[in-house]
Protein backbone atom coordinates (compact mmCIF):
# COMPACT_ATOMS: atom_id res chain seq x y z
CA UNK A 1 0.00 0.00 0.00
CA UNK A 2 2.84 2.61 0.86
CA UNK A 3 4.37 1.67 -2.57
CA UNK A 4 1.16 3.79 -4.14
CA UNK A 5 1.17 6.50 -2.01
CA UNK A 6 4.22 7.64 -2.67
CA UNK A 7 5.24 7.48 -6.77
CA UNK A 8 8.22 9.38 -7.12
CA UNK A 9 7.36 11.21 -10.55
CA UNK A 10 7.92 14.72 -11.02
CA UNK A 11 4.99 15.59 -13.71
CA UNK A 12 6.42 19.14 -13.98
CA UNK A 13 9.89 17.61 -15.14
CA UNK A 14 7.70 16.30 -18.62
CA UNK A 15 6.62 19.67 -19.24
CA UNK A 16 9.94 21.49 -18.60
CA UNK A 17 11.78 18.58 -21.19
CA UNK A 18 9.31 18.54 -23.52
CA UNK A 19 10.31 21.48 -25.77
CA UNK A 20 14.25 21.17 -24.77
CA UNK A 21 16.96 21.49 -27.14
CA UNK A 22 18.31 17.73 -26.98
CA UNK A 23 14.70 16.62 -27.07
CA UNK A 24 13.90 18.38 -30.28
CA UNK A 25 17.08 17.77 -31.96
CA UNK A 26 16.48 14.20 -31.09
CA UNK A 27 12.62 14.46 -33.02
CA UNK A 28 14.34 16.00 -35.86
CA UNK A 29 17.10 13.15 -36.27
CA UNK A 30 14.31 10.60 -35.79
CA UNK A 31 12.58 12.30 -38.72
CA UNK A 32 15.28 12.79 -41.09
CA UNK A 33 16.77 9.08 -40.97
CA UNK A 34 12.60 7.79 -41.20
CA UNK A 35 11.40 9.90 -44.15
CA UNK A 36 15.15 9.50 -46.24
CA UNK A 37 15.27 5.90 -45.60
CA UNK A 38 11.58 4.97 -46.50
CA UNK A 39 12.35 7.12 -49.98
CA UNK A 40 15.61 5.17 -50.25
CA UNK A 41 14.03 2.04 -49.32
CA UNK A 42 10.44 2.79 -51.49
CA UNK A 43 12.96 3.34 -54.83
CA UNK A 44 15.06 0.60 -53.99
CA UNK A 45 12.04 -1.85 -53.06
CA UNK A 46 10.40 -0.97 -56.56
CA UNK A 47 13.32 -1.83 -58.65
CA UNK A 48 13.51 -5.14 -56.89
CA UNK A 49 9.92 -6.18 -56.59
CA UNK A 50 9.85 -5.26 -60.46
CA UNK A 51 13.70 -7.85 -60.12
CA UNK A 52 11.48 -10.03 -58.94
CA UNK A 53 8.62 -10.64 -60.90
CA UNK A 54 10.77 -10.62 -64.26
CA UNK A 55 11.57 -13.58 -66.75
CA UNK A 56 15.24 -13.25 -66.00
CA UNK A 57 16.13 -16.29 -63.49
CA UNK A 58 19.23 -13.97 -62.06
CA UNK A 59 17.33 -11.04 -61.65
CA UNK A 60 14.69 -12.66 -59.63
CA UNK A 61 16.95 -15.33 -57.99
CA UNK A 62 19.05 -11.97 -56.41
CA UNK A 63 16.18 -10.11 -55.48
CA UNK A 64 14.57 -13.22 -53.60
CA UNK A 65 17.98 -13.98 -51.69
CA UNK A 66 18.06 -10.12 -50.51
CA UNK A 67 14.58 -9.84 -49.48
CA UNK A 68 15.01 -13.22 -47.49
CA UNK A 69 18.63 -12.01 -46.00
CA UNK A 70 17.20 -8.98 -44.46
CA UNK A 71 13.96 -9.77 -43.38
CA UNK A 72 15.70 -12.76 -41.68
CA UNK A 73 17.71 -10.86 -39.64
CA UNK A 74 17.36 -8.66 -36.87
CA UNK A 75 18.26 -4.68 -38.32
CA UNK A 76 19.92 -4.26 -34.70
CA UNK A 77 23.05 -6.93 -36.50
CA UNK A 78 22.84 -4.83 -39.66
CA UNK A 79 23.14 -2.10 -38.59
CA UNK A 80 26.40 -2.86 -36.33
CA UNK A 81 27.49 -4.82 -39.07
CA UNK A 82 27.54 -1.25 -41.19
CA UNK A 83 28.74 0.78 -38.30
CA UNK A 84 31.37 -1.40 -36.62
CA UNK A 85 31.88 -4.65 -38.69
CA UNK A 86 32.20 -3.37 -42.15
CA UNK A 87 34.82 -0.85 -40.82
CA UNK A 88 36.62 -3.55 -39.00
CA UNK A 89 37.16 -6.05 -41.94
CA UNK A 90 38.40 -2.55 -43.98
CA UNK A 91 40.55 -1.62 -41.59
CA UNK A 92 40.63 2.37 -43.07
CA UNK A 93 40.59 5.18 -40.74
CA UNK A 94 38.49 7.32 -43.57
CA UNK A 95 35.86 4.59 -44.28
CA UNK A 96 35.64 4.37 -40.55
CA UNK A 97 35.07 8.35 -39.86
CA UNK A 98 33.14 8.35 -43.00
CA UNK A 99 30.51 6.12 -41.61
CA UNK A 100 28.88 8.73 -39.20
CA UNK A 101 26.10 7.64 -36.70
CA UNK A 102 23.75 9.08 -38.90
CA UNK A 103 24.90 7.88 -42.36
CA UNK A 104 25.36 4.22 -40.95
CA UNK A 105 21.90 4.25 -40.09
CA UNK A 106 20.47 5.61 -43.03
CA UNK A 107 22.13 2.97 -45.21
CA UNK A 108 21.16 0.42 -43.05
CA UNK A 109 17.57 1.63 -42.49
CA UNK A 110 16.76 1.97 -46.19
CA UNK A 111 18.43 -1.49 -47.16
CA UNK A 112 16.48 -3.32 -44.72
CA UNK A 113 13.19 -1.47 -45.73
CA UNK A 114 13.88 -2.26 -49.50
CA UNK A 115 13.32 -5.93 -48.41
CA UNK A 116 9.88 -4.99 -46.86
CA UNK A 117 9.10 -2.79 -49.73
CA UNK A 118 10.22 -5.13 -52.05
CA UNK A 119 7.57 -7.62 -50.82
CA UNK A 120 4.81 -5.27 -50.55
CA UNK A 121 5.36 -3.82 -54.14
CA UNK A 122 5.25 -7.61 -55.34
CA UNK A 123 2.15 -8.80 -54.23
CA UNK A 124 1.11 -5.09 -55.53
CA UNK A 125 2.07 -6.20 -58.55
CA UNK A 126 0.97 -9.66 -58.60
CA UNK A 127 -2.79 -8.62 -57.25
CA UNK A 128 -3.25 -6.93 -60.92
CA UNK A 129 -5.16 -8.73 -63.08
CA UNK A 130 -3.13 -10.57 -66.12
CA UNK A 131 -5.80 -8.78 -68.42
CA UNK A 132 -4.05 -5.58 -67.86
CA UNK A 133 -0.63 -6.69 -69.04
CA UNK A 134 -2.28 -8.30 -72.51
CA UNK A 135 -4.08 -4.81 -72.37
CA UNK A 136 -1.01 -2.97 -72.73
CA UNK A 137 0.97 -5.23 -75.17
CA UNK A 138 -1.41 -5.46 -77.28
CA UNK A 139 -1.77 -1.41 -77.60
CA UNK A 140 2.02 -1.70 -78.74
CA UNK A 141 3.81 -0.80 -74.91
CA UNK A 142 6.82 -3.03 -74.26
CA UNK A 143 7.24 -4.80 -70.75
CA UNK A 144 8.59 -1.59 -69.42
CA UNK A 145 6.37 1.00 -70.29
CA UNK A 146 3.64 -1.75 -69.32
CA UNK A 147 4.93 -1.56 -65.81
CA UNK A 148 5.35 2.09 -65.81
CA UNK A 149 2.10 3.25 -67.20
CA UNK A 150 -0.21 0.79 -66.28
CA UNK A 151 0.86 -1.95 -64.05
CA UNK A 152 2.94 0.20 -61.57
CA UNK A 153 0.23 3.11 -61.07
CA UNK A 154 -2.21 0.53 -60.29
CA UNK A 155 -0.03 -1.69 -57.82
CA UNK A 156 1.01 1.23 -55.71
CA UNK A 157 -2.29 2.68 -54.94
CA UNK A 158 -2.44 -0.89 -53.64
CA UNK A 159 0.32 -0.46 -51.14
CA UNK A 160 -0.09 2.51 -49.69
CA UNK A 161 -1.65 1.27 -46.88
CA UNK A 162 1.25 -1.17 -45.98
CA UNK A 163 3.60 1.14 -46.88
CA UNK A 164 2.42 3.88 -44.95
CA UNK A 165 2.71 1.07 -41.82
CA UNK A 166 6.32 0.59 -42.75
CA UNK A 167 6.60 4.19 -42.11
CA UNK A 168 5.16 4.15 -38.75
CA UNK A 169 7.47 0.74 -38.00
CA UNK A 170 10.61 2.64 -38.97
CA UNK A 171 9.39 5.76 -37.00
CA UNK A 172 9.67 3.33 -33.77
CA UNK A 173 12.56 1.48 -35.16
CA UNK A 174 14.65 4.40 -35.30
CA UNK A 175 15.30 3.84 -31.60
CA UNK A 176 18.19 1.34 -32.14
CA UNK A 177 19.88 4.01 -33.75
CA UNK A 178 21.63 4.60 -30.72
CA UNK A 179 23.37 1.53 -30.92
CA UNK A 180 25.35 3.72 -33.82
CA UNK A 181 25.78 6.50 -31.31
CA UNK A 182 23.11 8.33 -33.10
CA UNK A 183 21.33 10.81 -30.66
CA UNK A 184 17.30 10.07 -32.14
CA UNK A 185 15.04 11.07 -29.83
CA UNK A 186 15.18 7.85 -27.60
CA UNK A 187 19.04 8.17 -27.21
CA UNK A 188 18.39 12.02 -26.55
CA UNK A 189 16.20 10.82 -23.85
CA UNK A 190 18.67 8.25 -22.08
CA UNK A 191 21.33 10.97 -22.60
CA UNK A 192 19.38 13.42 -20.35
CA UNK A 193 18.12 10.96 -18.14
CA UNK A 194 21.56 9.86 -17.46
CA UNK A 195 22.53 13.01 -15.64
CA UNK A 196 19.74 13.66 -14.40
CA UNK A 197 18.47 10.37 -12.93
CA UNK A 198 14.25 11.71 -13.73
CA UNK A 199 14.42 8.21 -15.99
CA UNK A 200 10.48 8.00 -16.32
CA UNK A 201 9.78 11.21 -17.02
CA UNK A 202 12.08 11.43 -19.83
CA UNK A 203 10.56 8.36 -21.27
CA UNK A 204 7.39 10.05 -21.01
CA UNK A 205 8.20 12.82 -23.08
CA UNK A 206 10.11 10.75 -25.77
CA UNK A 207 6.57 8.39 -25.76
CA UNK A 208 4.70 11.96 -26.03
CA UNK A 209 6.57 12.53 -29.42
CA UNK A 210 6.76 9.22 -30.64
CA UNK A 211 2.71 9.49 -30.26
CA UNK A 212 2.68 12.99 -31.93
CA UNK A 213 4.49 11.72 -34.97
CA UNK A 214 3.20 8.19 -35.55
CA UNK A 215 -0.61 10.10 -35.14
CA UNK A 216 -0.01 12.53 -37.28
CA UNK A 217 1.52 10.49 -39.42
CA UNK A 218 -2.02 7.93 -39.85
CA UNK A 219 -3.78 10.84 -40.58
CA UNK A 220 -2.15 11.77 -43.44
CA UNK A 221 -1.40 7.81 -44.66
CA UNK A 222 -5.56 7.76 -44.43
CA UNK A 223 -5.74 11.18 -46.31
CA UNK A 224 -3.66 9.97 -49.39
CA UNK A 225 -5.51 6.38 -49.33
CA UNK A 226 -8.79 8.10 -49.35
CA UNK A 227 -7.46 10.62 -52.32
CA UNK A 228 -5.93 7.65 -54.81
CA UNK A 229 -9.33 5.68 -53.91
CA UNK A 230 -11.43 5.99 -57.15
CA UNK A 231 -14.27 7.42 -56.01
CA UNK A 232 -17.48 4.79 -56.98
CA UNK A 233 -20.00 6.66 -54.61
CA UNK A 234 -20.60 10.31 -54.66
CA UNK A 235 -20.93 10.51 -50.73
CA UNK A 236 -17.49 11.08 -49.07
CA UNK A 237 -16.24 9.52 -46.16
CA UNK A 238 -15.77 11.90 -42.95
CA UNK A 239 -12.22 12.35 -41.91
CA UNK A 240 -12.16 11.37 -38.70
CA UNK A 241 -13.51 7.89 -39.48
CA UNK A 242 -10.81 7.38 -42.35
CA UNK A 243 -7.92 8.52 -39.12
CA UNK A 244 -9.98 6.01 -37.21
CA UNK A 245 -9.76 3.34 -39.34
CA UNK A 246 -6.48 4.00 -40.82
CA UNK A 247 -4.80 3.68 -36.89
CA UNK A 248 -7.02 0.40 -36.54
CA UNK A 249 -5.09 -1.46 -39.36
CA UNK A 250 -1.63 -1.78 -39.53
CA UNK A 251 0.87 -5.00 -37.70
CA UNK A 252 3.68 -4.49 -35.65
CA UNK A 253 6.89 -5.93 -37.07
CA UNK B 1 5.52 -22.09 -98.44
CA UNK B 2 6.56 -18.24 -98.08
CA UNK B 3 4.34 -15.79 -96.57
CA UNK B 4 1.76 -13.66 -99.29
CA UNK B 5 0.76 -10.64 -99.32
CA UNK B 6 -2.54 -10.53 -100.43
CA UNK B 7 -3.88 -11.91 -97.14
CA UNK B 8 -3.62 -9.94 -93.87
CA UNK B 9 -3.17 -12.82 -91.54
CA UNK B 10 -1.57 -16.17 -92.69
CA UNK B 11 -1.33 -18.98 -90.49
CA UNK B 12 0.55 -21.91 -91.50
CA UNK B 13 0.60 -25.05 -89.55
CA UNK B 14 0.57 -23.30 -86.20
CA UNK B 15 1.55 -25.72 -82.98
CA UNK B 16 1.15 -24.42 -79.30
CA UNK B 17 1.40 -26.48 -75.92
CA UNK B 18 0.86 -25.61 -72.73
CA UNK B 19 2.96 -28.00 -70.76
CA UNK B 20 1.57 -31.46 -71.83
CA UNK B 21 -1.53 -30.29 -73.38
CA UNK B 22 -1.57 -29.44 -77.23
CA UNK B 23 -3.82 -26.70 -77.70
CA UNK B 24 -3.22 -25.83 -81.33
CA UNK B 25 -2.72 -28.83 -83.84
CA UNK B 26 -1.46 -27.60 -87.01
CA UNK B 27 -3.90 -24.77 -87.41
CA UNK B 28 -3.59 -22.89 -90.73
CA UNK B 29 -6.19 -19.87 -91.65
CA UNK B 30 -5.63 -17.03 -94.20
CA UNK B 31 -7.64 -13.67 -93.85
CA UNK B 32 -7.80 -11.02 -96.65
CA UNK B 33 -7.65 -7.62 -96.08
CA UNK B 34 -11.32 -6.22 -95.06
CA UNK B 35 -12.70 -9.82 -94.69
CA UNK B 36 -14.69 -10.32 -91.35
CA UNK B 37 -13.83 -14.21 -90.12
CA UNK B 38 -15.93 -15.72 -87.66
CA UNK B 39 -14.22 -18.51 -85.30
CA UNK B 40 -16.74 -20.86 -83.62
CA UNK B 41 -16.24 -24.16 -81.56
CA UNK B 42 -16.67 -25.26 -78.18
CA UNK B 43 -14.68 -24.30 -75.39
CA UNK B 44 -10.94 -25.28 -74.89
CA UNK B 45 -10.89 -25.88 -78.90
CA UNK B 46 -7.65 -23.73 -78.57
CA UNK B 47 -10.02 -20.47 -80.68
CA UNK B 48 -8.67 -17.69 -78.26
CA UNK B 49 -5.37 -18.73 -77.87
CA UNK B 50 -5.63 -18.94 -81.82
CA UNK B 51 -6.20 -14.86 -81.26
CA UNK B 52 -3.44 -13.93 -78.71
CA UNK B 53 -0.83 -16.06 -81.09
CA UNK B 54 -1.99 -13.85 -84.07
CA UNK B 55 -0.50 -11.09 -82.28
CA UNK B 56 1.64 -12.72 -80.14
CA UNK B 57 0.56 -12.55 -76.71
CA UNK B 58 1.39 -16.30 -76.89
CA UNK B 59 4.75 -17.88 -78.82
CA UNK B 60 4.02 -20.64 -81.31
CA UNK B 61 6.19 -23.65 -80.92
CA UNK B 62 5.86 -24.41 -84.49
CA UNK B 63 4.38 -23.25 -87.66
CA UNK B 64 4.56 -19.51 -89.26
CA UNK B 65 2.38 -16.61 -88.66
CA UNK B 66 2.58 -13.74 -91.51
CA UNK B 67 0.56 -10.58 -90.65
CA UNK B 68 0.20 -7.94 -93.69
CA UNK B 69 3.25 -10.41 -95.46
CA UNK B 70 5.63 -10.06 -92.50
CA UNK B 71 6.60 -12.83 -90.49
CA UNK B 72 5.47 -12.54 -86.59
CA UNK B 73 7.64 -12.55 -83.93
CA UNK B 74 10.79 -13.81 -85.72
CA UNK B 75 12.83 -13.04 -88.48
CA UNK B 76 14.38 -15.53 -91.00
CA UNK B 77 18.29 -15.09 -91.33
CA UNK B 78 20.06 -17.52 -93.86
CA UNK B 79 17.05 -20.52 -93.10
CA UNK B 80 16.92 -19.71 -89.68
CA UNK B 81 14.42 -18.30 -87.39
CA UNK B 82 15.88 -15.86 -84.87
CA UNK B 83 13.20 -14.46 -81.88
CA UNK B 84 12.78 -10.60 -82.60
CA UNK B 85 13.55 -8.20 -79.97
CA UNK B 86 10.57 -7.54 -77.53
CA UNK B 87 10.40 -3.37 -79.09
CA UNK B 88 9.94 -5.01 -82.43
CA UNK B 89 7.47 -7.17 -81.61
CA UNK B 90 5.26 -4.71 -79.83
CA UNK B 91 5.63 -2.31 -83.02
CA UNK B 92 3.70 -4.97 -85.23
CA UNK B 93 1.12 -5.96 -81.83
CA UNK B 94 0.77 -1.59 -82.06
CA UNK B 95 -0.69 -2.49 -85.65
CA UNK B 96 -3.23 -4.83 -84.84
CA UNK B 97 -6.32 -4.53 -81.84
CA UNK B 98 -8.07 -7.00 -79.83
CA UNK B 99 -10.58 -6.59 -77.96
CA UNK B 100 -11.04 -8.53 -74.70
CA UNK B 101 -14.16 -10.69 -73.40
CA UNK B 102 -13.43 -9.23 -69.93
CA UNK B 103 -12.49 -5.77 -71.16
CA UNK B 104 -9.30 -4.83 -70.04
CA UNK B 105 -9.61 -1.10 -69.14
CA UNK B 106 -7.08 0.48 -67.37
CA UNK B 107 -8.80 0.79 -63.77
CA UNK B 108 -6.81 4.12 -63.14
CA UNK B 109 -7.51 6.06 -65.97
CA UNK B 110 -10.66 7.68 -67.20
CA UNK B 111 -12.52 6.76 -70.63
CA UNK B 112 -10.59 9.10 -72.45
CA UNK B 113 -7.04 8.49 -70.48
CA UNK B 114 -7.48 4.92 -71.60
CA UNK B 115 -8.18 5.72 -75.33
CA UNK B 116 -5.04 7.97 -75.55
CA UNK B 117 -2.43 6.47 -73.15
CA UNK B 118 -1.05 4.55 -76.05
CA UNK B 119 -1.52 6.63 -78.98
CA UNK B 120 0.79 9.06 -76.60
CA UNK B 121 2.99 6.85 -75.61
CA UNK B 122 3.25 4.43 -78.16
CA UNK B 123 2.72 6.13 -81.09
CA UNK B 124 4.39 9.45 -79.88
CA UNK B 125 1.22 11.77 -80.84
CA UNK B 126 1.44 15.09 -79.02
CA UNK B 127 -1.60 15.31 -76.24
CA UNK B 128 -3.43 17.55 -77.45
CA UNK B 129 -3.50 15.91 -80.63
CA UNK B 130 -4.14 12.28 -78.83
CA UNK B 131 -6.91 14.22 -77.32
CA UNK B 132 -8.69 15.28 -80.53
CA UNK B 133 -8.53 12.08 -81.90
CA UNK B 134 -9.64 10.06 -78.42
CA UNK B 135 -12.66 12.33 -78.67
CA UNK B 136 -13.64 11.48 -82.23
CA UNK B 137 -12.89 7.74 -81.57
CA UNK B 138 -15.04 7.99 -78.37
CA UNK B 139 -17.75 9.84 -80.98
CA UNK B 140 -17.43 7.05 -83.31
CA UNK B 141 -18.71 4.37 -80.47
CA UNK B 142 -21.12 6.63 -78.91
CA UNK B 143 -19.23 7.52 -75.80
CA UNK B 144 -17.91 10.95 -76.17
CA UNK B 145 -20.11 12.05 -73.11
CA UNK B 146 -18.56 9.74 -71.09
CA UNK B 147 -14.99 10.68 -71.49
CA UNK B 148 -14.16 11.76 -67.98
CA UNK B 149 -15.73 8.85 -66.34
CA UNK B 150 -13.83 5.92 -64.80
CA UNK B 151 -14.41 2.52 -65.83
CA UNK B 152 -16.11 1.16 -62.58
CA UNK B 153 -18.71 3.92 -63.31
CA UNK B 154 -19.67 2.34 -66.76
CA UNK B 155 -21.79 -0.59 -67.74
CA UNK B 156 -20.48 -3.72 -69.10
CA UNK B 157 -21.51 -2.69 -72.50
CA UNK B 158 -20.52 1.06 -72.77
CA UNK B 159 -16.75 -0.61 -71.30
CA UNK B 160 -16.20 -2.73 -74.31
CA UNK B 161 -17.18 0.07 -76.86
CA UNK B 162 -14.65 2.03 -74.85
CA UNK B 163 -12.43 -0.75 -74.83
CA UNK B 164 -13.01 -0.78 -78.65
CA UNK B 165 -12.22 3.00 -78.92
CA UNK B 166 -8.87 2.46 -77.22
CA UNK B 167 -8.14 -0.06 -80.12
CA UNK B 168 -9.25 2.50 -82.87
CA UNK B 169 -7.19 5.00 -81.86
CA UNK B 170 -4.14 3.34 -82.45
CA UNK B 171 -5.47 3.09 -86.04
CA UNK B 172 -4.86 -0.52 -86.63
CA UNK B 173 -5.13 -2.78 -89.54
CA UNK B 174 -6.39 -6.15 -88.21
CA UNK B 175 -8.75 -6.44 -85.21
CA UNK B 176 -9.45 -9.32 -83.12
CA UNK B 177 -12.15 -9.90 -81.01
CA UNK B 178 -12.01 -12.60 -78.10
CA UNK B 179 -15.37 -13.10 -77.32
CA UNK B 180 -16.64 -9.67 -77.02
CA UNK B 181 -20.19 -10.17 -75.69
CA UNK B 182 -20.01 -13.09 -73.76
CA UNK B 183 -19.48 -11.20 -70.46
CA UNK B 184 -21.99 -9.10 -70.91
CA UNK B 185 -25.83 -9.05 -69.47
CA UNK B 186 -28.04 -9.61 -73.20
CA UNK B 187 -29.36 -6.37 -73.10
CA UNK B 188 -26.17 -4.60 -73.33
CA UNK B 189 -24.65 -6.93 -76.68
CA UNK B 190 -26.53 -5.07 -79.13
CA UNK B 191 -24.36 -2.05 -78.75
CA UNK B 192 -21.28 -3.76 -79.22
CA UNK B 193 -22.28 -5.67 -81.81
CA UNK B 194 -23.78 -2.61 -83.51
CA UNK B 195 -19.80 -0.52 -83.34
CA UNK B 196 -18.44 -4.08 -84.56
CA UNK B 197 -21.17 -3.89 -87.31
CA UNK B 198 -19.82 -0.54 -88.53
CA UNK B 199 -16.37 -1.47 -88.53
CA UNK B 200 -16.96 -4.22 -90.32
CA UNK B 201 -19.30 -2.02 -93.41
CA UNK B 202 -16.25 0.27 -93.27
CA UNK B 203 -13.71 -2.49 -94.10
CA UNK B 204 -11.66 -3.77 -91.13
CA UNK B 205 -10.28 -6.80 -90.94
CA UNK B 206 -12.08 -8.73 -88.23
CA UNK B 207 -11.41 -11.97 -87.05
CA UNK B 208 -13.86 -12.55 -84.50
CA UNK B 209 -14.52 -15.30 -81.92
CA UNK B 210 -18.26 -15.24 -80.67
CA UNK B 211 -21.34 -17.51 -79.98
CA UNK B 212 -23.44 -14.58 -81.43
CA UNK B 213 -24.94 -16.31 -84.48
CA UNK B 214 -27.06 -13.66 -85.76
CA UNK B 215 -24.04 -11.34 -85.95
CA UNK B 216 -22.24 -14.22 -87.89
CA UNK B 217 -24.74 -14.88 -90.25
CA UNK B 218 -25.26 -10.89 -90.84
CA UNK B 219 -21.74 -9.94 -90.61
CA UNK B 220 -19.12 -12.37 -91.32
CA UNK B 221 -17.62 -12.97 -94.90
CA UNK B 222 -16.47 -16.77 -93.67
CA UNK B 223 -16.90 -18.75 -90.70
CA UNK B 224 -14.64 -21.08 -89.30
CA UNK B 225 -15.15 -24.37 -86.85
CA UNK B 226 -12.36 -25.05 -84.27
CA UNK B 227 -12.45 -28.06 -82.28
CA UNK B 228 -9.75 -29.95 -80.61
CA UNK B 229 -7.17 -27.85 -81.60
CA UNK B 230 -8.04 -28.03 -85.10
CA UNK B 231 -9.57 -26.40 -87.94
CA UNK B 232 -12.57 -28.75 -89.17
CA UNK B 233 -14.58 -26.74 -91.32
CA UNK B 234 -14.23 -23.46 -93.29
CA UNK B 235 -16.86 -21.58 -95.63
CA UNK B 236 -19.41 -18.74 -95.92
CA UNK B 237 -21.50 -18.25 -93.19
CA UNK B 238 -24.48 -19.58 -95.65
CA UNK B 239 -22.60 -23.00 -95.84
CA UNK B 240 -22.31 -23.16 -92.08
CA UNK B 241 -25.81 -22.12 -91.55
CA UNK B 242 -27.60 -24.45 -94.26
CA UNK B 243 -25.44 -27.02 -95.69
CA UNK B 244 -22.60 -27.95 -92.81
CA UNK B 245 -20.43 -30.60 -94.68
CA UNK B 246 -18.64 -31.60 -91.32
CA UNK B 247 -20.46 -33.41 -88.84
CA UNK B 248 -18.91 -31.93 -85.50
CA UNK B 249 -20.42 -28.21 -87.05
CA UNK B 250 -24.05 -29.66 -87.40
CA UNK B 251 -23.63 -30.90 -84.02
CA UNK B 252 -22.17 -27.85 -82.77
CA UNK B 253 -24.40 -25.75 -84.51
CA UNK B 254 -27.51 -27.57 -83.16
CA UNK B 255 -26.72 -27.03 -79.62
CA UNK B 256 -26.83 -23.14 -79.85
CA UNK B 257 -29.20 -22.53 -82.29
Redo the contacts between chains.
Sequence with gaps: MEIFLSIRFDGSAVSEFFFNGVILRGVRTTLEVTILAMLLGAVLGIILAVMRVSHSRPMAGFSGFYVWFMRGTPVLIQLLVVHNGIPQMVGSRDFTLFLTPFRSALITFSLNEAAYMAEIVRAGIQAI?P??M??????????L?AMR??IL??AL?VVIPPAGNEFIAMLKNTSIAFAAGLVELTNAARLIYAANLKVMELLVVASIWYLIMTTAFSVLQAEMEARLT?V?RERAIPLTTRVLRALGGGRER | MGNSSSFMVDVQDVHKRFGSLEVLRGVSLQVTKGEVLVLIGPSGSGKSTLLRCVNHLEKIDAGHIYIDGQLLGYREVNGRLIEEPEARVARVRATIGIVFQRFNLFPHLTALGNVIEAPIHVRGLPRQRAIEEGIRVLEKVGLADKMNVYPSQLSGGQQQRVAIARVLAMQPKLMLFDEPTSALDPELVGEVLEVMRELAGEGMTMVVVSHEMGFAREVADRMALMDGGQILEEGPPLQFFEAAQHERTRTFLSKIL
Design positions: EGQDAAKSLGMTNQRVPQRIE
